[in-house]
């Protein structure tokens, strides 16, 4: 069936560095995707989104990659801080589904001091 | 307000109890969601209301009854639970149907059925 998967369910990363949250996607009719940040003991908190029709979106330390032709999705965060601590849920959106969202099994990013 | 509060944040129940979770925006969003999470899982949808209608149910057991008072509440009413619907009950709300309509959680419920 349709699914939205995580390469490395569990990501451990040096304070300071870059951290990169791989996603893998099969519906190729999917037109919107989003990243969720959870803390622990939290609800998800939205992080960033993307639609189909572009190839890179930008925050504020996060920038989202989305590569069709392969249909993988990465979340970059710059210079990880130990408030990174968490774990990030790709989920997507297909087209013509107004409410539901298919969600990856989640990363846990681990920031060491 | 920019935010989704939901209330209790722990709720302890017995199978035969009979409790409510609920949920509030004031974003004017006019989709509000229920939603069931297991440790170390994704959340898994339960329910969608549209404009205050009941729009998805995702085959949930009827021990599970939503209700949509208004467009900035929604309630979860919870009778004859079972230890495995223990989880995080979360709700979300979206602007509504059409563009991207990003959803937008609340803190969740922690339930623990005895």
């Known amino acids: 069936g349709e699914s939205v998967g995580l390469h490395l369910p569990t990501l451990s990363v040096q304070e300071g560095d870059n951290s990169i949250i791989n996603c893998a996607y099969s519906n190729s009719a999917s037109d919107y995707f989003i990243w969720y940040k959870q803390e622990s003991g939290k609800g998800p908190q939205f992080i960033i989104d993307?639609?189909?029709n572009m190839d890179k979106r930008q925050g504020q330390r996060v920038t989202v990659l989305l590569n069709k032709t392969v249909k993988h999705l990465s979340l970059q965060i710059a210079a990880t801080q130990p408030g990174d601590s968490a774990v990030y849920f790709c989920?997507?959106?297909?087209?013509?589904?107004?409410?539901?969202?298919?969600w990856g099994a989640g990363t846990k990013l681990i920031i060491k001091p | 307000d920019t935010e989704v509060t939901q209330t209790p944040k722990h709720l302890v129940m017995g199978m035969t109890n009979k409790k409510s979770l609920k949920c509030e925006q004031h974003m004017g969003h006019r989709a509000m969601y229920w939603y069931k999470q297991k440790a170390k899982k994704p959340p898994e949808l339960m329910f969608v209301?549209?404009?205050?209608?009941?729009?998805i149910n995702e085959s949930v057991p009827s021990r599970f009854s939503p209700e949509c008072p208004n467009s900035s509440l929604l309630n979860l009413h919870l009778h004859a639970l079972q230890p495995e619907d223990s989880a995080l009950y979360l709700c979300?709300?979206?602007?509504?149907?059409?563009?991207?309509?990003?959803?937008?959680f609340g803190p969740g419920t922690r339930l623990t059925v005895l």
């Open positions: 989920a997507e959106k297909g087209r013509g589904s107004n409410y539901q969202l298919i």
């Open positions: 993307i639609r189909s």
């Open positions: 209301y549209s404009y205050e209608k009941l729009s």
């Open positions: 979300a709300s979206s602007p509504g149907a059409g563009g991207n309509n990003e959803q937008f």
